[in-house]
């Protein structure tokens, strides 16, 4: 079954520096998605995208994160100058149709801790 | 806005019993329904989708029916087993806004 991947699975990183979450969609898959789960809590949608542009972002996507698909596989988060409260796991997943009409895909995750 | 409400966990049930963990939605249109599973340590997982009213989403024993008159899509399953363990989260997500609402997630833990 195909499946979206993520990597790293878990990162480390010291508060103030810029990490780089990457994803690899399935590969009929237009739409693509970033969410984050802050241990204990519920997941919250970060951005979707399509098309090479963002389709929606929420109010957690400030300039501080941006997204990418640098080539026609990868689908990459940036997050410039991490905060201790950005420590979470982050999902991606993937669509063949927008609205979930034929459901999303999601990855393992990463886990980032800001230390 | 959209939103999900799900009963709070964690429920705790012996191998063998019923399970039914409740989810109600709020939405201004006409959403899909999904359950995902989070096994302990893993990512998220689809275990059943339902894209219209009183549509029946099933997987692995599980079962969820889209209810618009009660605006619910709770989850079933008739005889659980251990290796159920996990969390579940009830979400939607709208046409319109492509993007899926989690509910808080609901902690199950089965027990021989």
């Known amino acids: 079954e195909p499946e979206v991947t993520q990597t790293p699975s878990h990162q480390v990183t010291q508060m103030g520096q810029e990490v780089i979450l990457r994803c690899v969609p399935i590969?009929?898959?237009?739409?693509f998605y970033w969410y984050r789960q802050i241990l204990g809590q519920k997941v919250e949608f970060l951005v979707s995208?399509?098309?090479?542009?963002?389709?929606?972002k929420s109010e957690i996507f400030d300039d501080q994160f941006s997204v990418e698909r640098p080539d026609g596989s990868n689908f990459t988060l940036k997050i410039r100058s991490t905060k201790l409260e950005d420590s979470a796991m982050y999902f991606c997943?993937?669509?063949?149709?927008?609205?979930?009409?034929?459901?999303?895909?999601f990855g393992s995750g990463t886990r980032l801790t800001v230390v | 806005g959209d939103s999900v409400t799900q009963m709070e966990g964690p429920v705790t049930l012996s191998e063998e019993a019923f399970l039914t963990i409740n989810c109600t939605y709020t939405?201004?249109?006409?959403?899909?329904l999904f359950w995902y599973v989070q096994y302990p340590g893993e990512g998220l997982q689809l275990l059943l989708k339902?894209?219209?009213?009183?549509d029946k989403g099933s997987n692995k024993g599980f079962e969820a029916t889209y209810r618009k008159e009660t605006t619910s899509f709770h989850l079933e399953k008739g005889s659980v087993q251990v290796s159920d363990s996990a969390v579940y989260f009830c979400?939607?997500?709208?046409?319109?806004?492509?993007?899926?609402?989690f509910g808080t997630g609901t902690r199950l833990q089965v027990f021989p």
């Open positions: 995208f399509y098309n090479n542009e963002i389709s929606e």
């Open positions: 979400a939607l997500s709208d046409q319109s806004t492509d993007k899926l609402i």
């Open positions: 590969s009929n898959h237009l739409y």
């Open positions: 939405a201004t249109g006409y959403p899909s």
């Open positions: 997943a993937s669509s063949e149709a927008k609205g979930g009409i034929r459901g999303y895909t």
């Open positions: 339902a894209t219209k009213a009183d």
